[in-house]
């Protein structure tokens, strides 16, 4: 069990061992982050500038610095984003509605917030929606199968109209007291059956216009107007310690080859 801890302890050590040389490194790493990510951003630099003496590598660090807060950046950004689109999945009727202004409309009164299952519905991948889509067609097509068993009438015409209806069908059939009659079923599927399946049919084509709303949304609560200042200053800061490095090593090489030249 000591030797287990003691590994423990070593690893957690080494992880940082990599940077413990560094000028800033210690500095730029949040206590969260990762320091082998970092490591490995830093050793490309070093890799492609070659640092010589503390100065070159401290204006590679500090390269490695703005990189990583321009990551951290775009980190932040997309967590904002994501916070916004969370809070959007509250309101489905006004994302639905804005979404298609045109052509797709839900008022509060035909469809409460929380049935609208915008959540599911935009996670779908490209297979799912098509997969939904054909389980929409087969709901039509045992809803027409029922339709004619009840128009054919007699003995237990509704109690075998009902188990021909798609599986959601009985979900939404007990949410109140029914008799099994044909006019009653008939009424439900008219009703409430058929919109149902309209509204998911709506909304499944329209998933991608749902997605850009939400967005769209989600980003204008983004403060932009901050994030570009910053972005822009670290944009400049990388451009000046690039210029003053490249500089620096320029300014070596050629008192290099003055000391090295023959004399004549």
Not at 116 to 133: A, H, N, T
Not at 206 to 227: C, H, K, T, W, Y
Request: hydrophobic share 40%; net charge negative; charged share 30%.
């Amino acid at each position: 069990m000591r030797e287990d801890k003691e590994k423990t302890v070593g690893y957690e050590v080494s992880r940082f061992n990599a940077v413990r040389h560094g000028i800033l490194s210690k500095e730029t790493l949040l206590p969260h982050e990762n320091a082998e990510d970092y490591q490995m951003l830093l050793n490309a630099l070093e890799s492609e500038y070659s640092p010589e003496g503390i100065s070159e590598q401290a204006l590679v660090e500090e390269l490695a610095g703005v990189l990583w807060r321009k990551r951290r950046l775009l980190m932040a950004e997309g967590a904002k984003i994501n916070e916004g689109i969370n809070n959007q999945m509250a309101y489905p009727v006004r994302v639905v509605n804005a979404a298609r202004p045109f052509s797709l409309h839900v008022s509060g009164g035909q469809l409460s917030e929380s049935e609208i299952p915008i959540r599911e519905f935009i996670k779908l991948s490209d297979d799912e929606v098509r997969q939904r889509r054909n389980e929409l067609l087969l709901a039509r097509e045992q809803i027409v199968s029922a339709q004619d068993r009840l128009c054919a009438g007699g003995r237990g015409a509704a109690k075998e109209a009902l188990r021909l209806l798609p599986e959601i069908a009985e979900k939404l059939w007990y949410v109140e007291d029914r008799s099994e009659t044909i006019y009653s079923v008939e009424r439900f599927i008219e009703n409430e059956l058929m919109p149902y399946l309209d509204r998911e049919e709506a909304l499944l084509n329209n998933i991608d216009s749902m997605r850009q709303q939400m967005l769209g949304n989600a980003v204008s609560q983004l403060p932009f107007e901050s994030l570009a200042r910053y972005e822009a200053h670290l944009d400049r800061k990388f451009e000046r310690t690039l210029s003053i490095l490249l500089k620096l090593k320029a300014l070596k090489n050629t008192s290099q080859e003055s000391c090295t030249a023959p004399e004549k």
